[in-house]
């Protein structure tokens, strides 16, 4: 799908001395005024939303502050992701840097499952603890927050997850929440737990400093924690836009000169040491590292990288998540296999089902969820993946844009034993005698609110242009755009009726890419076409085609060079030359 070009673009763009073509960018993303565009084209620090607007949170700082000062035992309760990873790290150095004494409690995936448990509740209080702070979880949580309430235990809860809308929610000291409480709305609903935990940690700072500004000290540990919350904002994919954009592309920038030595340890086990980092290193590189201990061990040792480790014990725990990291990727291959040899087997696609619900014994519950990205991408519908093991299951599933998962498990939950989530990823455990019925009102429901439409892998063009306005220039200027994800795609440009101007080449170590030259009037510029080896036959030289293409430079033995990354194409007859 090709955008409309705007007739506005030119305009805006002379008045911001772009390019063009930059206009019609910037106009995608609804923003029409020069003032607008070049405050997103330079993000500030200064345009992060004031802390004390979060619900919930000036109660909860004004709380850790007197623990602080007081020397109470606080406690932090994480998950086992990359967010509550992050989230944990991030609340654990600010109280330390202010004075406090601290400690944190993941849970384990397998063994204690998502979220805030009540037996967990009671050991932190055994071991001295007088307050409890949630990261990452716990809005549903109304048992364990009775417990604490029982005990004479503060509980604050901070979380970005949906709860059972019109339920109760948890009797607490206070709730951290953007989408929470009946005063004004925060102007940022999307935060992820690393974003509440960092506005929580700047909240706690101008409480111990008695002003809205923070000591100078503290102020560095903020700006510092940022590559912290850009991670957990990347891996949870929420929206890159507004606040989450600004954490995001000052902490990709400050991950690459970070003074924590967890971060350093993990940017050299991925062999990044040194590079300038964006969101795909983030998303396929750094994350994946992290989420695997979580997910094929106990994510407390991410966590303990991430804060009080020394150097050598940071550096040998990221090296064990690199091999953690292989043992995830080949069970996720072979899970993956099973998962469409069911998928033939029950004529998921044949049928029409507009959802798909796999269960198998014993699949590793720190993995299925992977799987299930998997099975969207490859599917282009709702995904659920349940692992079943001594008569419960445990299940984790991935959407598409439009069906909001965390609702469409509420409806169904009269089948569920427990449920939680979001729009695009939730989680569920159910009996394994239930499976049948739900999988059936879960389909029901796909059916219902599911059109065919959404099941159509789309690609949005947004702009159409040629291979001579493709400028190293352009691409720098394109690139501020970013941090590309979740709601800030990655332009894809249109380039119509290019010529292959000599047979295209198979590259790669195993042959699985296609390399092609094209030309277009007396321009001429060099494609890379990832995982298309087997179109060679079909893209002879002389062929015309449409092209849709990410520019990018290519440095290559010291030389750079603007290079098309092909998505997809088209063959032009000769009728619409």
């Known amino acids: 799908m090709l955008t409309e070009p705007n007739p506005a673009a030119a305009e805006l763009a002379a008045r911001l001395k772009l390019p063009p073509l930059m206009g019609q960018l910037l106009l995608n993303r609804n923003l029409t005024e020069a003032a607008a565009c070049a405050a997103f084209l330079r993000p500030s620090l200064s345009s992060l939303h004031d802390p004390a607007t979060l619900p919930g949170l000036p109660a909860a700082s004004a709380r850790i502050a007197k623990a602080i000062g007081d020397k109470e035992r606080i406690v932090i309760y994480g998950d086992y992701d990359v967010d509550g990873i992050t989230a944990t790290a991030i609340l654990w150095h600010a109280i330390r840097i202010l004075g406090g004494d601290v400690g944190y409690y993941i849970p384990h995936r397998i063994e204690e499952g998502y979220g805030l448990n009540s037996e967990a509740i009671a050991q932190i209080i055994g071991e001295g603890a007088k307050l409890i702070v949630t990261v990452d979880c716990g809005i549903t949580a109304l048992e364990p927050a009775r417990i604490a309430r029982q005990h004479g235990i503060d509980l604050i809860i901070t979380d970005h997850h949906q709860w059972h809308e019109g339920g109760s929610l948890p009797d607490c000291q206070a709730i951290v929440h953007p989408r929470v409480g009946d005063g004004p709305a925060y102007a940022n609903p999307n935060l992820c737990g690393a974003g509440v935990a960092f506005k929580l940690a700047w909240g706690i700072g101008q409480q111990m400093s008695g002003a809205a500004k923070v000591s100078q000290t503290f102020r560095q540990f903020l700006i510092e924690a940022t590559a912290l919350a850009a991670l957990g904002t990347i891996a949870d994919v929420v929206p890159l836009v507004g606040e989450n954009r600004v954490l995001a592309h000052f902490g990709l920038s400050g991950l690459c000169n970070s003074q924590l030595i967890g971060i350093q340890a993990l940017i050299a086990s991925a062999g990044l040491t040194g590079q300038k980092l964006d969101s795909f290193h983030v998303g396929f590189l750094l994350a994946p590292r992290l989420n695997a201990c979580g997910r094929m061990g106990h994510a407390q040792l991410a966590v303990r990288m991430l804060t009080d480790a020394a150097q050598a014990e940071a550096y040998q725990t990221a090296n064990y998540l690199e091999t953690q990291n292989r043992a995830r990727q080949a069970l996720e291959r072979d899970i993956f296999r099973q998962a469409m040899e069911q998928v033939e087997q029950d004529g998921i696609e044949r049928d029409g089902k507009r959802a798909v619900v796999l269960a198998a014994e014993k699949w590793h519950a720190g993995v299925i ?39 469409a498990l509420q409806n169904c939950s009269q089948f569920l034993e427990a449920h939680g989530g979001h729009e695009m990823a939730a989680g569920l455990k159910l009996a394994t005698e239930n499976l049948p019925r739900f999988r059936e009102a879960f389909y029901e429901y796909a059916m219902e609110h599911v059109t065919p439409e959404m099941m159509l892998p789309q690609l949005f063009l947004e702009a159409e242009a040629e291979i001579g306005q493709i400028s190293e220039a352009l691409v720098s200027d394109m690139a501020r755009l970013g941090p590309f994800g979740h709601g800030n795609r990655r332009p894809l440009l249109c380039v119509k009726g290019v010529e292959i101007a000599a047979e295209p080449r198979v590259v790669g170590k195993s042959g699985e890419h296609l390399q092609m030259t094209v030309t277009q009037g007396r321009s001429r510029m060099k494609c890379i076409a990832f995982g298309h080896a087997s179109a060679k036959d079909r893209l002879g030289a002389g062929t015309r085609v449409d092209l849709a293409v990410e520019p990018c430079v290519n440095e290559f033995n010291g030389r750079r060079s603007v290079e098309l990354e092909v998505k997809d194409w088209k063959e032009v007859s000769s009728s619409e030359w």
């Open 369 to 407: 969820g992977i799987v299930a990205s998997r099975l969207v991408e490859r599917l282009c519908r709702p995904a659920l993946m349940i692992s079943l093991n001594n008569g419960h299951g445990q299940g984790s599933g991935r959407s598409i844009p439009g069906f909001h998962l965390s609702r």
